[in-house]
């Protein structure tokens, strides 16, 4: 089982059916790829983990990472299934790249059967406040 993880925001997504749509129209023969400057150090570790998507201040869902790829103009893909895993949404601070996720950080998987992942984030934002989320 994979130890390591993957936290990426998904820039100018506002909700989770953008997010799809998102990957979807990426989509390639199952795998969708994910452009950045620096291959990770721990990249093995990372293989057989998730690429956790940031959107609107929740982690809300992520993509199994399958391996990392050089590109012709410097920088890597980082290379994922297309089958996007909802987790149960969790509040991360926004932030540039991507970060680390310890196993032990990392969301549940199986879905959001709670619908909080629906929630308006200014909603959300509220009741996170308040400890209710």
Not at 30 to 35: A, N
Not at 46 to 73: A, Q, T
Not at 84 to 93: D, E, G, N, Y
């Amino acid at each position: 089982m994979p130890t390591l993880h993957l936290t990426k925001v998904a820039f100018a997504c506002r909700d989770l059916d953008a997010l799809k749509a998102r990957i979807a129209a990426r989509a390639v023969n199952g795998e969708v790829r994910v452009p950045t400057r620096m291959r990770p150090k721990r990249a093995e570790e990372l293989v057989g983990g998730n690429l956790y998507w940031i959107v609107k201040h929740r982690l809300i869902g992520g993509l199994e990472i399958r391996r990392f790829e050089n590109r012709p103009d410097g920088r890597v893909d980082i290379v994922c299934s297309a089958e996007l895993k909802v987790v149960t949404p969790q509040p991360r601070r926004a932030h540039q790249g991507w970060r680390y996720l310890e196993q032990a950080d990392a969301p549940s998987e199986g879905g959001d059967s709670t619908g909080i992942a629906e929630l308006p984030p200014q909603l959300y934002g509220r009741l996170a406040a308040l400890a209710l989320v």
